[in-house]
């Protein structure tokens, strides 16, 4: 019984602690090297902008293949 291959389904309220840990992180990374990230900012925001698009596109296209 491999822990990798194991499949679980998650509500909203699950994932809640789980995005509070991710999003303390980022704010201390944040904290921690604001001048680099104050550098690099534009990379940032299109790296935000492209991983944006492309999970929407993923939740859109997962979205009609179930309703088909």
């Known amino acids: 019984m ?3 291959n194991r ?3 998650w509500t909203n309220g ?3 602690p789980l ?3 991710i999003a303390s992180a980022y ?3 944040g904290a ?4 680099f990230v104050y550098r690099n900012r534009v990379i940032f925001i299109l790296l935000f902008i492209v991983t944006v698009i492309f999970s929407v596109y993923s939740w859109i296209k997962k ?3 179930e309703n088909k």
Do not use: G, Q
Request: with cysteine; aromatic share 18%.
């Open 2 to 4: 491999n822990f990798f």
């Open 7 to 9: 499949k679980t389904t």
């Open 14 to 16: 699950e994932f809640i």
């Open 19 to 21: 995005k509070l840990c």
């Open 27 to 29: 704010i201390l990374v």
């Open 32 to 35: 921690c090297f604001h001048d």
């Open 63 to 65: 979205m009609s293949k």
